[in-house]
């Protein structure tokens, strides 16, 4: 009886962690982290340069834009890099992140996603991110290539300063396609980080949309709130800290066509 209750555990946990990756950046806010076997600290999710030899590049960072860590790069021995691969089910659009640059005049660091298909990278994303700014976390977007509307796999590479400097990142999220009205072309959003802790931003692609209806509901369909934002801004913010964690619906509605994706609460 011990053994089937065993194995009907471990069916319904690999069968949640399965689900939980798919489309979603491992250890994305990177609050997990562990020591090795090699004497050397990895986030979980993530491999990096980190050595038993030379100095950690990339540690955890107390400073975070939201919860308790974020991920830190510095020039130590070498530059740091750290890289994750994982499934996709849908092709991103872009990719998000909030980046504390505190790189050095001349220096740089790269943000790269590589997407694939079947073995094959079809699309990808790219950023020079330059020195000399010293910033608090803001938000960062790259966009990634739409070369095909597929995708089942993806690898993120995030890469340090080549110089004495720190550069920190937290809260990563995928933005997807949502439809567009083919008349106007209008009507498309980033919306990030999903999944999301407190403020919830919202950027319209190609247009400052003013007279814009958010409504979110559960996934009962009860609606918990709705805004209507008059003015037409280049972002737009939503504070969802009060919402207990769990998954919720996203309605924007603007010039009669609504475009609806789920939202993850942390």
């Not at 939503?238 to 769990?246: K, V």
Request: hydrophobic fraction near 40%.
């Amino acid at each position: 009886m011990k053994k089937l209750l065993l194995t009907a555990c471990c069916i319904i946990i690999l069968s949640i962690t399965s689900k939980a990756q798919l489309d979603t950046i491992p250890n994305a806010g990177f609050e997990n982290w562990q020591y090795t076997p090699l004497w050397t600290i990895e986030a979980l999710g993530w491999h990096t340069n980190n050595s038993s030899i030379a100095a950690w590049n990339v540690v955890p960072d107390s400073t975070s834009y939201t919860g308790l860590l974020a991920l830190k790069i510095e020039k130590q021995s070498y530059r740091g890099r750290i890289w994750s691969g994982f499934p996709l089910q849908n092709h991103p659009s872009a990719l998000n992140v909030f980046m504390k640059n505190g790189l050095g005049i001349g220096d740089t660091a790269f943000i790269h996603i590589q997407v694939y298909l079947s073995n094959s990278i079809v699309d990808s994303g790219y950023a020079e991110i330059y020195g000399g700014i010293g910033t608090n976390f803001l938000p960062f977007t790259v966009n990634i290539s739409q070369n095909t509307p597929s995708a089942d796999s993806c690898v993120i590479t995030l890469e340090g300063g080549n110089y004495p400097g720190v550069i920190s990142f937290d809260d990563l999220s995928f933005s997807f396609p949502t439809s567009i009205d083919k008349q106007s072309g209008r009507n498309a959003w980033n919306i990030f980080p999903n999944p999301c802790r407190d403020i919830l931003h919202m950027i319209p692609i190609g247009a400052n949309e003013e007279n814009v209806k958010v409504v979110l509901a559960d996934m009962t369909g009860k609606k918990i709130m709705e805004e209507i934002f008059y003015t037409p801004q280049k972002r737009y913010e939503l504070n969802l800290s009060f919402l207990p964690a769990g998954v919720y619906m996203l309605a924007t509605t603007y010039s009669e066509t609504t475009n609806s994706t789920f939202i993850i609460k942390q």
